[in-house]
């Protein structure tokens, strides 16, 4: 007799990723996919994909989904669950989505307390225009448009959104996990789950910051890649809860 | 029975597009479309409906984009230099073949310009404003009764057609008083939305609302697709008001306000002998170029608030069979009759 041990998710489809090997966009798409299974609501979901690599997530979702202008992703999400309060609605964005273009949006739902999931999938890098610097590239790294290494005196520093976002009243949940090893995902998906539950039970703004691999454009292996996320992303970006309000935010 | 009440210009859009059934507003303040914002802002909690003022005008649009897509009757409005944000988000709107309504109360420009009414934004509501292959439904109003109207017309032809609608007023229509009776208003005609993004509820396959097509083929046929839309718009939709234009050697050709002031000028002029008739487009998109073909002018003369920008339509129109003069004031300045009798004075004395 046979016994199923690992299936995939029902709100996953069949289509095979795009993403290159050892991104993890990938492991982020099966987490959120896992989590919408185990909590019923495929029927009710509504993503609102970025721009970026994730620009066509809709062909691995099986569920409805927006797709937004580069960085208006939580503008279009306050759209959709105003007019259909008793949906689930989450926004999947870059950090160069999230963070630069559309920093405003991302603050501003944040602060309104919207009551949406964002699933924030933080490379430092900008991946589907080919590796340029992101808002959140690290001091000194060589990206396409910082060839000498990103210099703090004329590129500025990088965003610690999560933190950032802490000082607001507005949001319910704001997490920063990893994607580098087994437990770090095990509790990336325990993050992803309860930003979901969140807005299921109306707590308003949840956020949780993905640390993620883009082996392709830093030029690595995906070995290597996640060798990087481990030594010099984590101590950048401390993983933790920077917020997690209880009460019903009414 | 109908009664009329008193209303200010962006108060009455404001009630029309309640009575239109549209339950969600985002806004961002700027002058001269305030009002209509404050009436939403009053009136929209009382009926269990949405109103947001977004952090931003392109925050604002991109939150009718998701409203839109999840298939209820959204809108927005603003003045010039908010349009021009807005048109990031219309073009994917117009891309993604939803529904909603915008106003653009327009003011002096380019820049931050003046606050006083113009006509200038004229090319970029007919043209598009953001870019790619696209057009909006443009509806030019010239009372308080016809923006009450039309904005109803408006929440009716964009969810028929799937093309976002424009209100294209300016501050004085917007902020001007006038009777309204709401009774005369269109119905709400509701369209059936199966594309909408509301949810499976596991009964239906997903829906995706998207705008990139890598495939330059795919993205070319949806581009025809959507013109061929456009071409049914252009034969169906093309309104226009005229008068005295049977005998007239010159029709005067002008939108919005300032055909009340064409409409004076007409009276002045023939009331001194002179053959003189006017044309006024209600949609500016499409232009309604049919009654140019109708009509046997010795000139036409454009009068705008802007440098002359309807101006080259009404010269497509007529396929510059005879002359198409213009006359414009512009910055927030509103022609007056005389100035317009006088202009028309000068082209006739040409054409002898
Ligand atoms: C208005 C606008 N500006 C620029 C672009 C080009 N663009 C496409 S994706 C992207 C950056 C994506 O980076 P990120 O958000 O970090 O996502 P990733 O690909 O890394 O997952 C940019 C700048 C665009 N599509 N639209
Ligand atoms: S370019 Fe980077 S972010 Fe994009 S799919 Fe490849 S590895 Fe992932
Ligand atoms: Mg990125």
């Known amino acids: 007799m046979s016994k199923t041990i690992y299936e995939k998710p029902h709100s996953l489809t069949e289509t095979n990723f795009h993403y290159c090997p050892g991104c993890s966009h990938g492991i982020v798409h099966k987490l959120v996919c896992e989590v919408i299974d185990e909590l019923e609501i495929e029927g009710k979901t509504i993503a609102v994909e970025p721009v970026g690599c994730a620009v066509t997530a809709h062909n691995y979702f099986n569920f409805d989904v927006v797709q937004a202008a580069h960085g208006r992703a939580p503008a279009v999400a306050t759209g959709l669950k105003r007019a259909l309060p008793d949906r689930v609605v989450f926004t999947y964005q870059g950090d160069g989505d999230l963070a630069s273009i559309g920093t405003a949006e991302t603050v501003h739902s944040a602060t309104r307390g919207e009551n949406i999931t964002v699933i924030f999938i933080n490379n430092t890098i900008y991946g589907m225009t080919g590796g340029q610097m992101a808002p959140t590239s690290l001091p000194g790294q060589v990206t396409q448009t910082s060839p000498y290494g990103r210099d703090t005196h004329t590129q500025g520093y990088p965003v610690r959104i999560c933190e950032m976002l802490a000082t607001l009243d507005g949001p319910s949940y704001i997490a920063r996990v990893s994607t580098d090893s087994v437990p770090h995902i095990k509790e990336a998906k325990k993050a992803i789950k309860k930003a979901f539950e969140n807005q299921v039970n109306g707590k308003g703004f949840s956020i949780v910051e993905i640390l993620s691999t883009c082996p392709t454009n830093w030029g690595m292996s995906p070995v290597e890649a996640m060798e990087r996320l481990r030594k010099e992303m984590i101590p950048y970006y401390p993983l933790g809860v920077f917020k997690d309000v209880e009460e019903v935010n009414e | ?352």
Not at chain 2, 107 to 128: E, H, M, V, W
Not at chain 2, 133 to 146: F, K, R, W
Not at chain 2, 309 to 333: I, N, W, Y
């Open chain 2, 1 to 352: 029975m109908s009664e009329k009440v008193l209303m200010k210009g962006n108060e009455a859009i404001g009630e029309a597009a309640i009575r239109s059934g549209c339950r969600h507003f985002f806004g961002y303040p700027i002058t001269p479309q305030t009002e209509l914002s404050a009436y939403m802002a009053k009136k929209m909690p009382k009926i269990g409906g949405v109103f947001l003022q977004a952090e931003s005008e392109v925050a604002a649009i991109n939150m009718v984009y998701g409203a839109a897509s999840a298939g209820v009757r959204a809108m927005t409005s603003s003045s010039s230099p908010g349009i021009s944000l807005k048109s990031e988000g219309l073009s994917y709107i117009a891309a993604a073949d939803l529904p909603c309504v915008v106003v653009n109360m327009v003011r002096g420009g380019p820049g931050l310009g003046g606050i006083q009414p113009a006509q200038s934004d004229y090319f970029q509501a007919t043209r598009g404003g953001g870019h790619g292959d696209y057009h909006l439904i443009v509806l030019a109003p010239n009372s308080v009764q016809e923006l009450a109207y039309l904005t109803a017309e408006a929440f009716n032809l964009s969810e028929e057609y799937r093309i976002p609608a424009m209100i294209l007023g300016d501050g004085t229509i917007g902020q001007m008083m006038e009777p309204v009776d709401f009774d005369l208003i269109p119905e709400p005609v509701y369209a059936q939305k199966p594309w909408a993004t509301n949810g499976t509820e596991g009964k239906r396959e997903k829906n995706v609302t998207e705008t990139l097509f890598l495939e330059p083929s795919e993205l070319e046929e949806r581009v025809f697709e959507r013109e061929k839309k456009y071409d049914v718009v252009r034969e169906n939709l093309q309104r226009y008001k005229s008068h005295d234009t049977d005998d007239a050697d010159i029709i005067i050709v002008s939108y919005g306000l300032t055909s009340r002031v064409v409409e004076t000028a007409v009276k002045i002029l023939r009331s001194e002998g002179i053959k003189a008739g006017a044309i006024r487009p209600i949609t500016l998109w499409p232009f309604p170029e049919k009654v140019f073909k109708e009509v046997h002018p010795k000139a036409f003369l454009s009068v705008e608030m802007s440098m002359g920008q309807m101006v080259e339509d009404v010269k497509l129109a007529c396929d510059c069979s005879v002359p198409v003069h213009f006359f414009g004031r512009t910055g927030g300045v509103i022609p007056t009759p005389d100035e317009v009798v006088n202009k028309v004075k000068e082209i006739l004395k040409e054409v002898e």
